[in-house]
């Protein structure tokens, strides 16, 4: 008769070690808040300021500038308070800065339909909308989050650039199409990037940080806007689009991929090297950690339609409530800063103050941001 295994020695074996999971595993490497994580939150985040500038410049470029009647040809049917300008001969009034500080007086578009003149505008929000509809899954799936982040930038950099030459403002609106198509995801890019990178307890913080450099880009606009205000305003182009394109080449070159990506794609030595180069921990614990790790590698959504797919799947009720705040939020957080031009007060000044009315904002959320939930802080600022 065959010897059968005691049952003692059943009992007394060692439980097989529980396998962490990815995310357990990527956060006992990076939970540690190190030098070169701060340094690589603060670089993705920055990509913020460029978007704010882009955002709002059109409140510097497209203003409609003030006139005033000429005094040789005053004859007392001139008011420049309660004259039409469009009922007045055009050599009887001039405007009070230079013709080129402005697209309207450079193109004479003061006698437009506000359909036309806010064109622009328009096909920049109609860009935001066409590019996160359509370069949102890249993240997910080819590109990556790095990858991406540097072709938005890129592509808000280049057309930002050669709106420099446009002649018109069919083409102007074009190119802000254009502009929009290409910054709609560097928000996200780098609010995920950059949380992909830190541990779940500097996530919120790291998180805030990016929204505080939107604020910070915005904050820069009226002050180079004051510097050219007697310049063309072609010349804020140039200001906001050649430093973003450096910008990308810092990106290319320093950010660091989000590792959780390159463990979902397979890409674990690449995945090694990224937690090695960012995280305090020492090299002998994270290849422990991730030696043994076993991924099974996600299907690949490259189309908007299988991921309209997978939304529906979740709560429709939950994420309909949440497309409506956000659309709220945004009629009323765009709307204010490009109305301030139809304000009878200082451009430059208003501005300012709307872009430093954020800030407490910001300071406090980056404080509070762990102190209450998610549906707690969106009621509270909702309201």
């Given at each position: 008769?065959?010897?059968?295994?005691?049952?003692?020695?059943?009992?007394?074996?060692?439980?097989?070690?529980?396998?962490?999971?990815?995310?357990?595993?990527?956060?006992?490497?990076?939970?540690?808040?190190?030098?070169?994580?701060?340094?690589?939150?603060?670089?993705?985040?920055?990509?913020?300021?460029?978007?704010?500038?882009?955002?709002?410049?059109?409140?510097?470029?497209?203003?409609?500038?003030?006139?005033?009647?000429?005094?040789?040809?005053?004859?007392?049917?001139?008011?420049?308070?309660?004259?039409?300008?469009?009922?007045?001969?055009?050599?009887?009034?001039?405007?009070?800065?230079?013709?080129?500080?402005?697209?309207?007086?450079?193109?004479?578009?003061?006698?437009?339909?506000?359909?036309?003149?806010?064109?622009?505008?328009?096909?920049?929000?109609?860009?935001?909308?066409?590019?996160?509809?359509?370069?949102?899954?890249?993240?997910?799936?080819?590109?990556?989050?790095?990858?991406?982040?540097?072709?938005?930038?890129?592509?808000?950099?280049?057309?930002?650039?050669?709106?420099?030459?446009?002649?018109?403002?069919?083409?102007?609106?074009?190119?802000?199409?254009?502009?929009?198509?290409?910054?709609?995801?560097?928000?996200?890019?780098?609010?995920?990037?950059?949380?992909?990178?830190?541990?779940?307890?500097?996530?919120?913080?790291?998180?805030?940080?990016?929204?505080?450099?939107?604020?910070?880009?915005?904050?820069?606009?009226?002050?180079?806007?004051?510097?050219?205000?007697?310049?063309?305003?072609?010349?804020?182009?140039?200001?906001?689009?050649?430093?973003?394109?450096?910008?990308?080449?810092?990106?290319?070159?320093?950010?660091?991929?989000?590792?959780?990506?390159?463990?979902?794609?397979?890409?674990?030595?690449?995945?090694?090297?990224?937690?090695?180069?960012?995280?305090?921990?020492?090299?002998?614990?994270?290849?422990?950690?991730?030696?043994?790790?076993?991924?099974?590698q996600e299907p690949l959504y490259d189309?908007?339609?299988?991921?309209?797919?997978?939304?529906?799947?979740?709560?429709?009720?939950?994420?309909?409530?949440?497309?409506?705040?956000?659309?709220?939020?945004?009629?009323?957080?765009?709307?204010?800063?490009?109305?301030?031009?139809?304000?009878?007060?200082?451009?430059?000044?208003?501005?300012?103050?709307?872009?430093?009315?954020?800030?407490?904002?910001?300071?406090?959320?980056?404080?509070?941001?762990d102190k209450f939930n998610r549906k707690?802080?969106?009621?509270?600022?909702?309201?």
């Open positions: 008769m065959a010897e059968s295994t005691p049952l003692l020695s059943q009992f007394n074996s060692p439980p097989e070690s529980k396998r962490p999971s990815l995310n357990e595993a990527i956060e006992e490497c990076i939970a540690d808040f190190g030098f070169a994580q701060f340094v690589q939150a603060v670089l993705v985040s920055f990509a913020w300021v460029f978007d704010a500038q882009q955002t709002f410049i059109s409140v510097f470029t497209e203003v409609e500038p003030s006139w005033h009647c000429t005094d040789q040809l005053r004859n007392g049917s001139c008011d420049s308070v309660f004259s039409n300008i469009c009922q007045l001969p055009r050599d009887s009034w001039a405007w009070d800065r230079p013709i080129h500080s402005s697209i309207v007086s450079e193109w004479e578009l003061q006698c437009w339909s506000s359909l036309i003149k806010g064109l622009p505008a328009s096909s920049f929000f109609m860009g935001c909308l066409a590019g996160g509809l359509v370069l949102a899954t890249l993240a997910d799936s080819s590109l990556g989050r790095k990858n991406l982040l540097f072709l938005s930038c890129l592509l808000m950099s280049f057309s930002a650039l050669i709106t420099v030459f446009a002649s018109n403002i069919w083409i102007y609106s074009a190119l802000k199409f254009l502009n929009g198509f290409g910054r709609a995801t560097i928000g996200t890019c780098a609010l995920v990037l950059s949380s992909e990178l830190v541990g779940k307890r500097w996530r919120g913080q790291v998180g805030v940080l990016g929204f505080l450099c939107f604020t910070l880009g915005f904050l820069s606009l009226p002050a180079i806007a004051y510097i050219n205000r007697d310049s063309s305003w072609r010349t804020l182009y140039l200001w906001t689009s050649i430093p973003t394109f450096f910008y990308c080449i810092l990106v290319h070159f320093l950010v660091r991929e989000s590792p959780r990506w390159l463990l979902v794609r397979g890409r674990k030595d690449e995945a090694v090297s990224v937690i090695t180069s960012i995280a305090a921990t020492k090299n002998n614990l994270i290849t422990k950690n991730l030696s043994g790790l076993e991924i099974e189309d908007i339609y299988s991921a309209i797919k997978i939304l529906l799947k979740k709560k429709l009720r939950r994420l309909s409530a949440v497309m409506v705040i956000g659309f709220g939020s945004g009629f009323v957080y765009y709307g204010m800063p490009l109305g301030l031009s139809n304000l009878d007060f200082n451009l430059y000044l208003s501005v300012t103050f709307n872009a430093l009315s954020e800030l407490p904002a910001s300071l406090v959320t980056f404080f509070f941001i707690c802080s969106c009621w509270f600022s909702t309201v």
